[in-house]
């Protein structure tokens, strides 16, 4: 299975939980915090991925040249969604936090396989 399929998969299984179990008063933020780290994620491998098969000597620069962007598009993301959208900070911020360590975990697990020659890239997109 892809790792897209995956990351994706995880994240909207977890909050379909999250949404059952937990109060109702946690949504919408947990859900917006959920997309802001999963579409950051999803971008990230679409781009590690096809970079790897074209320079695999390059993947660390675009990794680390994503990671400064991405740092100043989550406080981006998240002043719009806390001031513009009015999400309320605390249930945003947990959900944000949470999705962002879990799926940059996940993400680094499926670029250890793809740089030890796994099937990661086979799979993919």
Same mark, same amino acid.
């Given at each position: 299975?892809?790792?897209?399929?995956?990351?994706?998969?995880?994240?909207?299984?977890?909050?379909?939980?999250?949404?059952?179990?937990?109060?109702a008063?946690?949504?919408?933020e947990?859900?917006?915090?959920?997309? *802001?780290? #999963? =579409?950051?994620?999803?971008?990230?491998?679409? $781009?590690?991925?096809?970079?790897?098969?074209?320079?695999p000597? /390059? %993947?660390? *620069?675009? #990794? =680390?040249?994503?990671?400064?962007?991405?740092? $100043?598009?989550?406080?981006?993301?998240?002043?719009?969604?806390? /001031? %513009?959208a *009015?999400?309320r900070?605390?249930?945003?911020?947990?959900?944000?936090?949470s999705?962002?360590?879990?799926?940059?975990?996940?993400?680094?697990?499926?670029?250890?396989?793809?740089?030890?020659?796994?099937?990661?890239?086979?799979?993919?997109?």
């Amino acid at each position: 299975m892809s790792p897209l399929v995956w990351m994706i998969g995880g994240a909207v299984v977890s909050w379909l939980i999250v949404t059952l179990v937990a109060p109702a008063s946690i949504n919408p933020e947990v859900l917006w915090g959920m997309i *802001g780290p #999963l =579409a950051s994620a999803a971008v990230t491998w679409i $781009v590690a991925e096809r970079t790897w098969r074209r320079a695999p000597e /390059r %993947v660390t *620069g675009v #990794l =680390a040249t994503g990671f400064a962007v991405k740092m $100043v598009g989550f406080g981006v993301y998240a002043a719009v969604m806390i /001031r %513009v959208a *009015g999400m309320r900070p605390v249930p945003f911020a947990i959900g944000f936090t949470s999705y962002l360590i879990a799926l940059y975990l996940v993400e680094a697990l499926f670029l250890r396989r793809l740089f030890a020659g796994g099937t990661a890239s086979a799979s993919s997109v």
